[in-house]
């Protein structure tokens, strides 16, 4: 990841710079670093919080971190291509603009830290995508990974290191694998206890799918969030990690607060055993902070917890409607949107179809287009952060919407997307609406899509539409009820009863 320029100042930088070992030159030439095929990328650069203040003193935009406290950067996607690549870079002259305070991630390249294949020991690998690397002779590779592990090895190193889980990557299989790293390994071990946690990425999602359909907990009448990529894209604003814990499937977010769990432990037997090892293994993490919790509690995972003292704390759930009732509209309790619908139908050019990925980059104009449109409306704090957040989740929609198993449907106007909306199956007979994109300045549009979407999911079997919550948004909450749903789902937020 290692951008082009010779003079290496360590100042600026929270701790002192690797050895370096790929000149310059190489550099210019070279069209790997900085560069990444997916905005999503694992392998996008990790800031730690100082990186990230240093970051955007010297230019880089505040919202492109998920969290001033630390994380991946957001990507850009590349105007001549099909990539991304970091926001940080310039593709035309190839360099870093924050050379100089680029992370301890980038410092490092080509060398890799990284987790062996069995996840129980840290490694220092090096990238064979590096063209620099790949020319050099073994001899030469080794005395740089000598000098590079006497530096990881200093108490200095050892302790930014440990402190930052997510600098160590998952194994790549193209990485080559140099020495093994006791002493990093021993750090995050004393550091974070020895239970082996991973990093939430793409290839883990068909994991997660199968561990909720063992658990149960996907229902007609349940949570959105029993599906794997409501999870997978929430990824873009906060951590997620997973580990096995007394048999089950538990998954932790990480936050700037500390760390809770999104969903209870996914497990087919007894929940009660994993529950206490999960609050065990916050608690290592947050001390005894009260942001160790488990949200997204269903009423039956309550009826079981209640008898063991837990304390839980009902929430606002997804709105829930009759498919049936939205793919008519009838009567007068539909009456305005109906009407909205209608002036839509009345337009000449109006084209529905599926999303292709060849509709991702008029899509992206959309989507700046409908933040701007929002903006200039009413919104608060929340609200804003979820118009931020959009930008890195879209993009990865459009990008894996056939991964993550979301359809997606764009709407034409006299050739031109208007409006997009994608959505998932969370059972064969309920359909979740995940996201929805309309130009604000066509009246009806958001409307006649969202119908079209619930015939479209009717007509497929749905009998009930998922909406999701509406994450304390006073405007959103009030157009959701306008359609009439027939339940709020019934959820819980569990915490440790601490006699309070
Ligand atoms: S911070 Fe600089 S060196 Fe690191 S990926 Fe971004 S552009 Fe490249």
């Known amino acids: 990841m290692a951008a082009p320029i010779t003079q290496i100042s360590s100042a600026a930088n929270p701790v ?31 800031f730690t919080g100082p990186e990230v203040r240093q970051a955007v003193a010297a230019g880089v935009e505040a919202d492109r971190f998920p969290s001033p406290g630390g994380g991946q950067i957001s990507l850009v996607p590349d105007e001549q291509g099909e990539g991304f690549h970091c926001p ?3 593709p035309v002259t190839s360099v870093c603009k924050i050379y100089e305070q680029r992370p301890l991630d980038c410092r490092l390249y080509p060398l890799v830290l990284m987790w062996n294949e069995r996840h129980d020991e840290v490694m220092l690998g090096w990238d064979s995508k590096c063209p620099f690397m790949r ?16 530096w990881l090895n200093s108490r200095e190193v050892l302790a930014a290191v440990s402190n930052h889980l997510r600098l160590i ?31 939430l990425t793409l290839d883990d999602v068909s994991r997660l799918t199968a561990a ?26 906060l951590s997620y990690w997973w580990a096995e814990l007394d048999g089950a499937f538990c998954l932790f977010v990480e936050s700037p607060d500390g760390w809770f769990m999104p969903l209870p432990p996914l497990t087919k037997g007894p929940i009660e055993k994993p529950i206490a090892a999960s609050f065990e293994f916050m608690r290592r993490r947050n001390g005894d902070s009260a942001v160790s919790r ?84 009413a919104l608060d704090s929340l609200g804003r952060l979820l118009l931020d957040d959009a930008l890195s989740s879209h993009e990865i929609v459009w990008s894996h919407a056939f991964d993550l198993r979301l ?22 007979t309920t359909w979740c609406v995940l996201l929805e994109v309309a130009d604000r300045t066509v009246s009806g549009l958001a409307q006649y899509l969202f119908r079209d979407t619930c015939r479209a999911a009717l007509s497929q079997g749905a009998e009930f539409i998922n ?34």
Request: a positive charge; proline letters at 7%.
């Open 16 to 46: 002192s710079s690797p050895p370096q070992m790929v000149p310059s030159s190489t550099c210019l030439r070279c069209d790997v670093c900085c560069r990444f095929p997916d905005p999503d990328s694992p392998l996008r650069p990790y």
């Open 169 to 199: 990557g998952r194994f790549q299989a193209d990485v080559a694998e140099l020495s093994p790293l006791p002493a990093v390994t021993l750090a995050l071990s004393r550091r974070w206890g020895k239970v082996p946690i991973h990093r």
């Open 135 to 150: 020319d050099q002779v073994p001899d030469a590779i080794r005395q740089h990974a000598d000098r590079a592990i006497e």
């Open 88 to 90: 940080a870079f310039n």
């Open 212 to 237: 909720l359909h063992r658990s149960g907990l996907p229902e007609a009448r349940s949570l959105a969030a029993y599906s794997a990529p409501y999870h997978y894209l929430c990824g873009t604003l």
């Open 294 to 377: 488990i949200e997204n509690i269903s009423e039956l995972v309550a009826s079981r917890l209640r008898p063991s003292g837990y304390r839980l704390v009902p929430k606002d759930g997804d709105y829930l409607y009759r498919a049936e009732e939205l793919a008519a509209l009838a009567g007068d309790r539909f009456k305005s949107q109906r009407a909205l619908c209608n002036r839509i139908e009345r337009m000449n050019g109006v084209a529905v179809t599926p999303y292709a990925l060849g509709d991702r980059a008029e899509c992206r104009k959309l989507l700046q287009r409908w933040r701007g449109q929002k903006r200039t409306g």
């Open 407 to 428: 359809s997606g449907t764009v709407v034409r106007i006299d050739g031109t997307i208007r409006a997009y909306t994608f959505g998932y199956w969370l059972t064969g």
């Open 467 to 500: 909406t999701m919550d509406d994450a304390g948004l006073p405007g959103l909450g009030l157009s959701k009820r306008s359609y009439h749903p027939v339940t709020q789902v019934q959820n819980f937020i569990l915490t440790e009863d601490r006699g309070l």
